[in-house]
T-cell receptor, first 114, second 113 residues
Framework: DGGITQSPKYLFRKEGQNVTLSCEQNLNHDAMYWYRQDPGQGLRLIYYSQIVNDFQKGDIAEGYSVSREKKESFPLTVTSAQKNPTAFYLC?????????????FGPGTRLTVL | SQQGEEDPQALSIQEGENATMNCSYKTSINNLQWYRQNSGRGLVHLILIRSNEREKHSGRLRVTLDTSKKSSSLLITASRAADTASYFCATDAGYNQGGKLIFGQGTELSVKP
């Protein structure tokens, strides 16, 4: 059963803590993406990776970090430097090569800072 | 940055009616995509239209693209209660931009039975 999984579904964090959100795909996609969604808003790009061991900052990378050690995994760490981390986080993947291809999304992780 | 602006922000219709959502964007694109999001869930791809296409159909969906006006519209015909969701347009500037998508703020559609 191919797809993208994200865990956990809900995550609670105390102020000052780092937390890591998991994203795994078995679609054999080269590119992976992390988005943040605030209530009633569209998605904003945090980081993306077009190939293993390489990634680039998106529009709102401050306070976040990522790694891409394996093709199927693209974890996102929300650091204590992120001032307002409460949001819905979505991971996506896309087949590599020329554009014109859709992104496939995971079910999301809802992060709440207590 | 959010390139797309969607109009209306919210739309409420009766089952069986048509729903039209509009999207405007600012820069040149390779293609434009429409996605659907049910509350609290991930996004699902609906349809992609390339910059050299003007209209595309998929089932009850019809998408138009006017690159001279930098705008697109999504028409859902004969709507159903199950179509209730948020709909987002997303622009793709091309592979040299990493295949990144820039999303609009979405239209929240409510279809009443």
């Amino acid at each position: 059963d191919g797809g993208i999984t994200q865990s956990p579904k809900y995550l609670f964090r105390k102020e000052g803590q780092n937390v890591t959100l998991s994203c795994e795909q078995n679609l054999n996609h080269d590119a992976m993406y992390w988005y943040r969604q605030d209530p009633g808003q569209g998605l904003r790009l945090i980081y993306y990776s077009q190939i293993v061991n390489d990634f680039q900052k998106g529009d709102i990378a401050e306070g976040y970090s990522v790694s891409r050690e394996k093709k199927e995994s693209f974890p996102l760490t929300v650091t204590s430097a992120q001032k307002n981390p409460t949001a819905f986080y979505l991971c996506a993947s896309r087949d590599g090569g020329p554009s014109g291809r859709e992104q496939f999304f995971g079910p999301g992780t809802r992060l709440t800072v207590l | 940055s959010q390139q797309g602006e969607e109009d209306p922000q919210a739309l409420s219709i009766q089952e069986g009616e048509n729903a039209t959502m509009n999207c405007s964007y600012k820069t040149s694109i390779n293609n434009l995509q429409w996605y659907r999001q049910n509350s609290g869930r991930g996004l699902v791809h609906l349809i992609l239209i390339r910059s050299n296409e003007r209209e595309k159909h998929s089932g009850r969906l019809r998408v138009t693209l006017d690159t001279s006006k930098k705008s697109s519209s999504l028409l859902i015909t004969a709507s159903r209660a199950a179509d209730t969701a948020s709909y987002f347009c997303a622009t793709d500037a091309g592979y040299n931009q990493g295949g990144k998508l820039i999303f609009g703020q979405g239209t929240e559609l409510s279809v009443k039975p």
